[in-house]
């Protein structure tokens, strides 16, 4: 059961509120408990006195420390209690605290003031954290400390009735929510919207993404900033980890081109593109790949790549582009797929996964992000084909096949180099 704690000079106004709704209907079942505690049960001398004049002069009382401070001492002595002082200069609450406060803390004291406020000593002595309901001023903090615990006790599981209607709302989802319509369908001239009427539940979630951007872009643009901010610091910890990855993992990628198929089906030995050992060796470097080998058996093709690496490692081109040269750094021209294998194995000392790409969903055997793992763990060899796609041979000594690259509509044909690059940053996804 959760408790709240309402530490307070008028503990009837506690009470009254929480008699009806759907908290009151929470307390009869015991799911959590709403406590006042009468500030003048710990107060001294005839009067039971809770305030005083300020020091230093000045209009307004100020509420004693000893009967706060004693009140919260005999809480803490039943249990553990964490204590918040509501006060127009504390942190401003949101619905982020009240999802915090209703899963972290089984028991919550909540201090309420009243005239000036507190004495200072209260915040140093007893107080974890200090709350306010926004910026403007009360008469006394059981308003704030009844709007607060409202909105923690309907968080609390079995509160509410149907346990989703709180995912849903405004702040939740870091934007204002929707307009609601209920019937009739037409009043005093203005209709609900057709959308909401036609039962298309797919136009009905575009209308309500739609309004509830367009509400808090006019009234509350601070929310987007926030959500912005949020992208921020996830793209920081996403590149502290990407970082961390690029040193551990043992990728490898071959372009095949032989033994592949033609469109006719035939085994046949592909050209060498200009596009694919740039575009290619780039996208590799970019994803600390160790090495991209191209793979091709006619000499006369390896040596114009082979003249074209050069050109941007050694020639005119590494003083003209240096980028360029970095990423034809780990770009390899191999005679044979076994060539590339062998060229593995002696680095690492041990046999490569071999994984073999394809459009055909129904053939892969591995996603990119398990492949991603594994490569965390073992040396890989990604064989990308040309052509009309790899002959059989090929496929059969691949240990997997990874899911293919799905497009959005009917045409489904990337260059491999669109592929090398998509699929690269789907196996290095955090
Ligand atoms: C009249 S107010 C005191 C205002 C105080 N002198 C000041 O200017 O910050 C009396 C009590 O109401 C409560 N209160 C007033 N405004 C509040 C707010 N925005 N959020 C939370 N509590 C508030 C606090 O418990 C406060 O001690």
Redesign the pocket.
Known sequence: MKTYNVITIFPEMIDAVFKQGVVSKALEKGIISINPVNLRDYAEGRHLVTDDYQYGGGAGLVMKPEPICEAVAALREKSNTFVVL?????VKFNQKTAEKFATDYDNITFI???????DERVRQLVVDME????D??????EF?AITVIDSIARLVPGVLGDETSADDESFTTGMLEYPHYTRPVEYKGLKVPDVLTQGNHAEILKWRRDKALEITRRNRPDLLDISLQDIESRKKICAEQKRGLSKKLKLNVALMHYPMRDKQGDIVATAVTNLDLHDISRSCRTYSVEKYYVVTPIKAQREIASRVIKHWMNGFGSTYNPNRMEAFAHTELKESFSESLLDIEKRHKQRPLIVATTAKANKATITARQLGVQAEQQPVLLIFGTGWGFADEVLETADYIVEPIEGVGEFNHLSVRSAVAILLDRITEI
Not at 131 to 134: I, M, N, P, Q, R
């Open positions: 509501l006060d127009p200069r504390g309420c003031g009243r005239y000036e406020g507190v709350l306010s309901l926004g403007f001023i009360l008469t006394g903090g704030a």
